[in-house]
């Protein structure tokens, strides 16, 4: 299997774990992985980006535009910046939720993610719009979207990986206090994923 995966969003959202998470689940299944992150102004709510290539084909960290098998996006805009990466065929997975840049307090420019989603629906063949408030109320914080979302992906059956597989790698990875929350929040992205498998 030689997949490519670009995770994306703002600095806090947690996408580095969720990538750490699902190259060290490929790595225990046995395939080579290669995995990058930029990360930028990160702490400032900056754009961060994580690389994730499965696969012999890989040799190198990061995917070549119009090369990524799946998008998965913390936040609209982000979705939309990296976009270009897409493949024709490729899935985008994106939060609906905005996280507003700190010039929209200052300047009050409406932006709510809405023309980010419409966007998207236009120019993806493989769309799944998932709001994190929604997708996380049972859990009491939408901090475990990140792990939520990396179940919706399993759903989709887009990169033939198993829930124990990931289980077992959240057990090990993630701080004993939070690993029962985690995969609460797996196991409700994993029922969400599966209404849009991809055949």
């Known amino acids: 299997m030689n997949k490519n995966v670009l995770i994306c969003g703002v600095g806090g959202q947690g996408t580095v774990l969720a990538s750490k998470l699902l190259a060290s689940a490929h790595m225990r299944l046995g395939n080579v992985v290669h995995s990058a992150e930029t990360i930028g102004m990160a702490q400032r709510g900056g754009s961060v980006t994580s690389h994730v290539r499965i696969g012999n084909e890989a040799h190198s960290p990061l995917i070549p535009l119009g090369k990524a098998d799946v998008i998965m996006a913390f936040e609209p805009a982000e979705a939309v910046r990296s976009i270009d990466y897409l493949k024709d065929d490729g899935i985008v997975i994106v939060n609906s939720v905005p996280v507003k840049p700190t010039t929209e307090s200052l300047h009050d420019t409406g932006y709510d993610g809405t023309v980010m989603i419409e966007y998207l629906k236009k120019v993806c063949k493989h769309l799944v719009v998932v709001d994190a408030g929604e997708l996380c109320a049972s859990l009491g914080s939408d901090r475990y979207f990140n792990v939520a979302v990396l179940g919706v992906l399993v759903g989709t059956k887009k990169l033939d990986i198993d829930e124990?597989?990931?289980?077992?790698?959240?057990?090990?990875?993630?701080?004993a206090r939070f690993v029962e929350t985690n995969l609460k929040a797996l196991h409700i992205g994993i029922e969400t994923g599966g209404k849009y498998e991809v055949k």
Do not use: H, Q
Not at 164 to 175: C, D, F, H, P, Y
């Open 164 to 175: 124990e597989t990931v289980v077992a790698e959240i057990k090990e990875r993630v701080n």
